[in-house]
Nanobody
Framework: QVQLVESGGASVQPGGSVKLSCAASGPHLEYSTIGWFRQAPGTEREGVACVNWHSEYTYLSERVAGRFTISRDDAKNTAFLQMDSLKPEDTGIYFC??????????????????WGQGTQVTVSS
């Protein structure tokens, strides 16, 4: 059973930066894809980024490309989401999730089996 714990959520002003971490534990992590999702109040959960094992492939949705960066440190079993130039519409609960499907140009929630509890990011002036 893979377990995931997010950290790093914060309240920042527009234009600010936040770096989220996702600490993973469990079997076969070296074969896993890590995805980041977010959910704003009253909206469906949205996939924003994913990174393949060994960081061979990464994907960022159009809404965050150019502002967010996804990475992972396999030696530490930790993935990161660096978020820069934050906007109020980036506000939400951010979840990391693990999948044994490869990262692709569509971060499909149904392909992610293991989920963290989420961390809150608020962007407001």
């Amino acid at each position: 059973q893979v377990q995931l714990v997010e950290s790093g959520g914060a309240s920042v002003q527009p234009g600010g930066s936040v770096k989220l971490s996702c600490a993973a534990s469990g079997p076969h992590l070296e074969y896993s894809t890590i995805g980041w999702f977010r959910q704003a109040p009253g909206t469906e959960r949205e996939g924003v980024a994913c990174v393949n094992w060994h960081s061979e492939y990464t994907y960022l949705s159009e809404r965050v490309a150019g502002r967010f960066t996804i990475s992972r440190d396999d030696a530490k079993n930790t993935a990161f989401l660096q978020m820069d130039s934050l906007k109020p519409e980036d506000t939400g609960i951010y979840f990391c999730a693990a999948s044994y499907y490869p990262c692709s140009d569509k971060v499909r929630e149904d392909r992610y089996k293991f989920w963290g509890q989420g961390t809150q990011v608020t962007v407001s002036s």
